[in-house]
């Protein structure tokens, strides 16, 4: 078994995406609202430089993935205690929601410069407009793998971005709702047959 399980999820809530180029987050950023700590623009040599996007899904869809990612902890570190995934985190509301957050770091751990993530349009063309909002929605291409969590000194499951076909893409700047009315877009031209597993329904 490959220490990396391809995965893809349909049709999700992207939230933060960071997409467009590299960010890293600085904890000594001053907000305007008085706290500290943002996602700022960076360089690829700058640490913790990433780019990244937050998978928003429902309870069922959200623990399917879960149970999915302690399923390959297991299979991979048979008899250690599975600390959980790695940017992961539940929202109660009225409805309970679970964040993943799939991120591609700029360089690998041997210090080599990893390609920045596929993100395309429905017809599996390179996005033109990168930059997309929060409201976004899309199909993730991703890969789980066992990791360690330095913070939390425990392993777990890590999530990798790969791809993002942006479905229908939110930009800023627009207080104006679409009618909603135009026929179903084309499928992507774009290959899924390489991923393992994907979160159905």
């Given amino acids: 078994m490959s220490d990396f399980k391809r995965m893809r999820i349909k049709g999700v809530d992207l939230k933060w995406p960071k997409l467009d180029q590299l960010y890293r ?24 430089a990433e780019w990244s996007v937050t998978m928003s899904l429902p309870e069922k869809r959200g623990k399917a993935l879960f149970a999915k990612c302690k399923e390959h902890f297991e299979a991979r570190k048979p008899g250690e205690e599975f600390g959980g995934v790695w940017g992961y ?28 993530p596929e993100v395309l349009d429905a017809n599996g063309e390179p996005l033109a407009n990168r930059s997309i909002y929060s409201g976004s929605t899309g199909d993730v291409y991703f ?34 709702d679409d009618l909603d009315d135009e026929a179903p877009a084309p499928k992507s031209k774009s290959s899924s047959t390489e991923y393992d597993d994907e979160i159905p329904f």
Avoid: C, M, W
């Fill in 25 to 48: 987050y600085d904890p000594t950023f001053k907000r305007e609202d008085g706290g500290r700590g943002k996602s700022v623009p960076a360089q690829a040599d700058e640490e913790r």
């Fill in 89 to 116: 985190k539940e929202l109660n509301g009225d409805d309970l929601i679970l964040d993943y957050t799939a991120s591609k770091k700029a360089k690998n751990s041997k210090g080599k410069y990893n390609e920045q």
């Fill in 143 to 176: 890969a789980i793998f066992t990791a360690f969590n330095p913070s939390e000194r425990k392993e777990g499951i890590s999530i990798i971005l790969d791809k993002v076909i942006v479905t229908n893409p939110v930009y800023g700047g627009g207080d104006y």
